[in-house]
């Protein structure tokens, strides 16, 4: 079966940075965006960046020259490297995947990980 694991989570002070990874595993063979969301303490989950296959990014406009999103398709994994962290960044993140296809004929529209805990303190 195929799933996320997210990592890299924690406390961090504001000003500071942290770096999120993210696995696909399970047989892949092909993955389509990847992407990250957060959904901060009483609000709704929201888009923090995305990428395609071919490394082409979004970004919400909270993020931008703050956060940079990577992936590395070889090994089904995508990263977020969050500079200049605020307290309002505090959230659970997490992983996603899109329109997946996995090497026993099976395939996922959308997949997400778990989620880890990143809080910012002021």
């Known amino acids: 079966q195929v799933q996320l694991v997210e990592s890299g989570g924690g406390l961090v002070q504001a000003g500071g940075s942290l770096r999120l990874s993210c696995a696909a595993s399970?047989?892949?063979?092909?993955?389509?965006?990847m992407g990250w969301y957060r959904q901060p303490p009483g609000k709704q989950r929201e888009l923090v960046a995305t990428i395609t296959t071919g490394g082409s990014a979004n970004y919400a406009d909270s993020v931008k020259d703050r956060f940079i999103i990577s992936r590395d398709n070889a090994k089904n994994a995508v990263f977020l490297q969050m500079n200049s962290l605020k307290p309002e960044d505090t959230a659970v993140y997490y992983c996603?995947?899109?329109?997946?296809?996995?090497?026993?004929?099976?395939?996922?529209?959308?997949?997400w990980g778990q989620g880890t805990q990143v809080t910012v303190s002021s």
């Open positions: 996603n995947a899109k329109d997946i296809m996995g090497n026993v004929n099976n395939w996922y529209l959308t997949i």
């Open positions: 399970g047989g892949i063979l092909s993955i389509n965006d």
